[in-house]
């Protein structure tokens, strides 16, 4: 018959792979609910074999569905199947009656499971089929049958047969001593009867009776104990002597029956005494281990165990349980007497063997099916390297488009991990444009129609990037279904290859006319020559600038630019002969000083000629200006007077002032000259309205001539500069020059420069006294932060106080009281940071030492059971650091008063907080009990944990635990 499975699950993800993990092993039919009226009525219309159900679900929950089952039909398999069960939990579920457990992130465990309860339910079947046959054998039997107390001797229970042999009704022997129905002359010996069974096992003995209506009768006594209803009673039958020998011939008759079946067995049986002795085997166990009965008799299961495969504290610890009434079942690992070693399933259940209690072992020799496992398991792993090594992606999909397998190399291939892809639409990762030809073949492919199946499309990976890829496709059968087998294999970097080739052929071309372009366009005098020197080709700014352009065939540095003082022709024929470039920094030309770089070609050298004469006098003219920067001095009006001085001796023979407005927008003249000028005043006034006018800072260039007697001097050339103070217009620099000329972008630069020095002179003249306000301002102004912040803090702490004492509940008055002292916590940082002269940081050591205070007054702890020592120096630590810290410490220490040290014992706690190259380390350690490792520092079932968590993440810090001897805090963050 097929098994029936009802489903209890909200998550229909979760309910669909329970499914396919029972399809693995099992033929069956199921059904999936999710809320409890649905269950309800499965129970009574789906009549299921057995109960799935899910523990923790949204209005409804494990426990209760089992306590609905039990109501319903008990007998029904119930199987608690989670992600999540503590083990009180899972206790509770077990004395309430379910079968058994099992964790959602470990289903490879459902199966074996429900492959258990299966057997447990047979056994219960046969065992209840076994109770109603004792029940009618024991009311039909023709023997008289009590059940008698064995503490007191009263009849438990008697069979109707009683009626019939004595005259008595049952219900009138119930709770009557056994003697009652006793020979006045005879005298029931309980204690003695109990010694004798002990001994003998049982007892046989002839008695006299007396009957209802008062005769005596002889009866055979018989008497042992046994366990009915989980207790031991006196099992007792009296029979008459005149079916004395039929019943003999029926006793010997079952007894040659359970020997026959128990020596051939197909299982190897032993029995156990309470020592795990053996006192018999069967035939099977012979067998099974080479040795003879006798060689087995009074050995123990150690003597006949494999060295160093078994647990044998753990085999003995199963053997109590089973010897108390609970069934055991393990896998054991034998030694036989030839020393092979092989594996057995063992099966231990509490029985009785001649009177006494005893341990029935079962065992079955598991070594084909082992060996065959391991093949399969070798098979499996071979073809699992083979696919997880290919270089080609591999991937299996069923009828609806969902991924059911992926390699590494597939995972690799679109940068998804194997839990995304499994369970997903593999169209989904297919670029839009080849989705609908994929799709197409994919589902006539399945119908078995011919289709192609080679060929190129474009798959987009989990960062958007699109991967060129050749998919062969097939469908193979695979447990009786079709699959459809995909092999991808990336080729973006073969028809990137391709495309680069192109690219390159490409480039090439273009790198040609580019070199050319270079020649030709390059600002720099260039030419080309033989191997002998002859010209061979000019660039254009050659031609364009030179007034005696050379002639394609003359010899370089002889019939063209002889005039060089270093033998430049033998330099160029080095260059040729050697394949070096020749550098001549500074080679005299004439009036000129040039830069010469003669480099080799394939047929001869190239060669650049820069003029590099005004270069020279600009970097000494820039650097005597670096010069006037490093001697500044820190006071901004005495560098702007040092400025104007130092013009002048950097371009010689030239007139500076700076012009500054004052507060009434008129212009004050601040010069600097050897001589006295004497211009236009209403042209200069001009020009100098028109710089000051101007938007932006750059340079205005002007000449214009004065007219004067032959002692006077004359000015031509002018150059004004404007100065800004936060984008407002303050001044400006001139420089005048005695002669009509231009000035050289150099001059222009440095004239430029030096105003800009100016201008952050003036700026920063003018900063400074804005900052020292400002900071004056800036300390009050925080300090009154601080101060409202803690005031505000301490209003928040009172009307939780308030909140506190209206409330009755005592668990909501100790979290009340747990948030009073958090906010006390991150009040105490700005009542220090208030009473600092800085307001920036605190000294951590002064703000330690208040708050282990307030977690004395807070937990009521003497100082005398708990002490508490602190290794901190003198370390700074500004808000941003102290309020998480100071959290993070006082739920640690908290912690470690009212956890670490229960029942007035009493301890240490020591606290350290280092810092070294910018990180600290902060520790808390007590010499307490310890952390529980059933308890889950990462967890967020307690608020002190999950606050320190976040408090943690929040400082960037990682936190290590040590639970040996007590418990040990390490964070480590960065300042």
């Not at 002597?241 to 019943?247: A, D, G, I, L, T």
């Not at 496709?473 to 080739?501: G, M, P, Y």
Request: positive net charge.
């Amino acid at each position: 018959m097929k098994e029936r499975f009802l489903i209890l699950e909200n998550n229909e993800k979760d309910a669909i792979l329970n499914v396919e993990e029972l399809k693995k092993e099992y033929d069956f039919e199921y059904l999936i609910t999710s809320s409890e009226s649905q269950f309800i009525n499965a129970i009574t219309e789906f009549e299921p074999t057995m109960i799935l159900a899910d523990y923790n679900l949204q209005n409804y929950s494990g426990l209760k569905a089992l306590k609905a089952v039990q109501k319903k039909n008990a007998e029904i398999p119930f199987i608690i199947i989670t992600g999540y069960l503590e083990e009180e939990q899972a206790v509770e579920c077990l004395k309430e009656g379910a079968w058994n457990y099992v964790m959602k992130n470990n289903l490879v465990r459902l199966n074996p499971v429900v492959k258990y309860c299966i057997k447990l339910r047979q056994q219960y079947e046969e065992k209840k089929k076994l109770n109603e046959n004792f029940s009618v054998i024991f009311e039909n039997s023709l023997d008289v049958i009590f059940l008698l107390n064995v503490k007191n001797g009263r009849i438990a229970k008697v069979n109707k047969t009683v009626k019939r042999i004595l005259g008595y009704q049952p219900h009138e022997l119930i709770e009557k001593n056994f003697s009652y129905i006793f020979a006045r002359e005879e005298n029931f010996h309980r204690q003695q009867m109990i010694q004798k069974i002990n001994v003998f096992n049982s007892v046989f003995d002839m008695q006299k009776f007396r009957k209802a209506d008062g005769s005596i009768c002889s009866m055979e006594l018989t008497a042992n104990i046994i366990s009915w209803k989980n207790e031991d009673v006196i099992y007792v039958t009296l029979r008459d002597v005149s079916e004395r020998e039929e019943m003999q011939k029926t006793l010997s008759a079952t007894e040659q029956s359970f020997e026959n079946i128990f020596d051939f067995a197909i299982d190897a049986i032993y029995v156990q005494d309470e020592n795990e002795r053996f006192i018999s085997v069967n035939k099977g166990a012979e067998f099974m281990y080479g040795f003879s009965k006798n060689e087995l008799i009074g050995k123990t299961p150690s003597s006949i165990a494999a060295p160093g495969k078994n647990d044998l504290q753990q085999l003995s610890s199963a053997f109590a349980k089973a010897l108390q009434g609970t069934p055991q079942q393990f896998e054991f690992w034998g030694k036989r007497k030839n020393g092979e070693i092989f594996p057995k399933i063992v099966r231990l259940a509490r029985g009785k063997y001649h009177g006494r209690n005893v341990v029935y072992a079962f065992a079955l020799d598991i070594s084909k099916q082992y060996r065959a496992v391991q093949k399969l398991n070798e098979r499996n792993e071979m073809y699992r390297s083979i696919i997880e090594n290919s270089h080609d992606g591999i991937l299996l999909t069923g009828d609806d488009f969902r991924i059911t397998f992926a390699n590494d190399q597939l995972c690799h291939i679109v940068n998804y991990s194997k839990e995304e892809l499994i369970g997903s639409d593999f169209r989904t990762y297919i670029a839009d444009h080849h989705k609908k030809i994929v799709q197409d073949r994919y589902i006539r492919r399945r119908k078995g129609e011919a289709i192609i199946s080679n060929y190129e499309i474009d798959l987009t990976n989990k960062f958007g990037e699109t991967k060129n890829i050749q998919i062969t496709a097939s469908v193979i059968e695979l447990n009786e279904k079709k699959i459809t087998l995909a092999e991808i294999l990336d080729i973006t970097e073969k028809k990137q290859s391709e495309k680069q080739r192109k690219i390159a052929i490409q480039k090439l071309q273009e790198r040609e006319e580019f070199n050319f372009a270079l020649f030709e366009y390059n600002p720099i005098e260039t030419l080309i020559v033989d191997n002998e020197g002859r010209i061979l080709k000019t660039n254009r700014i050659l031609r364009e600038k030179r007034s005696r352009i050379p002639k394609i065939g003359s010899v370089m540095y002889k019939d063209y630019a002889a005039a060089h003082q270093v033998n430049m022709y033998e330099k160029m024929i080095t260059c040729i002969n050697t394949k070096k470039t020749i550098t001549v920094e500074k080679a005299p030309y004439k009036n000129k000083i040039l830069n010469i770089t003669i480099a080799p070609f394939p047929k001869g050298a190239i060669i650049a000629s820069h003029d590099i004469t005004d270069k020279i006098t600009a970097e000494k003219q820039i650097k005597k200006m670096n010069s006037v920067f490093e001697e500044l001095s820190s006071d901004p009006i005495k560098n702007i007077d040092f400025i104007i001085q130092k013009i002048n001796e950097i371009l010689k023979g030239k007139y500076t002032f700076y012009r500054k407005l004052n507060d009434q927008d008129e212009i004050d003249i601040s010069a600097n000259s050897s001589f006295e000028l004497k211009l236009d005043q209403s042209e200069l006034k001009k020009f100098c309205t028109k710089i000051l006018k101007q938007k932006y800072q750059k340079p205005i260039v002007a000449h214009f001539s004065n007219k004067s007697d032959k002692n006077e001097q004359i000015v031509y050339s002018f150059i004004g500069f404007p100065i800004f103070q936060q984008k407002k217009l303050v001044g400006a620099l001139y420089l005048i020059d005695t002669k009509e000329r231009e000035f050289t972008p150099n001059e222009q630069y440095i004239i430029s420069t030096l105003a800009k020095a100016i201008s952050i002179e003036e700026e920063r003249n003018f900063t400074l006294q804005k900052v020292k306000t400002a900071f004056q301002e800036r300390g009050l102004l925080l300090k009154e932060i601080h101060h409202r912040v803690n005031n505000n803090l301490q209003i928040l702490i009172s009307l939780l106080r308030m909140q506190k004492n209206f409330t009755k509940d005592m668990i909501a008055k100790s979290i009340l009281n747990d948030s009073i002292f958090r906010v006390r916590t991150m009040s105490m940082v700005h009542e220090k940071l208030y009473q600092n002269k800085n307001l920036m940081e605190i000294n951590f050591k002064d703000y330690l030492l208040s708050l282990i205070s307030n977690i004395y007054i807070k937990t009521k702890i003497p100082t005398e059971r708990v002490k508490v020592d602190y290794q901190v120096n003198d370390i700074k630590m500004n808000i941003d650091l102290a309020i998480p810290c100071g959290l993070i410490l006082y739920e640690l220490i908290s912690n470690a008063f009212l956890h670490a040290f229960p029942e007035e014992r009493k301890g240490n706690v020591k606290i350290s907080i280092q810092k070294e190259k910018n990180i600290f380390t902060l520790i808390v350690q007590d010499d307490g009990i310890g952390l529980d490792e059933k308890i889950d520092f990462d967890s967020n079932n307690s608020i002190g944990f999950y606050l320190t968590n976040m408090m943690t993440s929040q400082l960037d810090g990682i936190c290590e635990i040590k639970r040996d001897h007590g418990t040990i805090y390490q964070i480590r963050f960065p300042e």
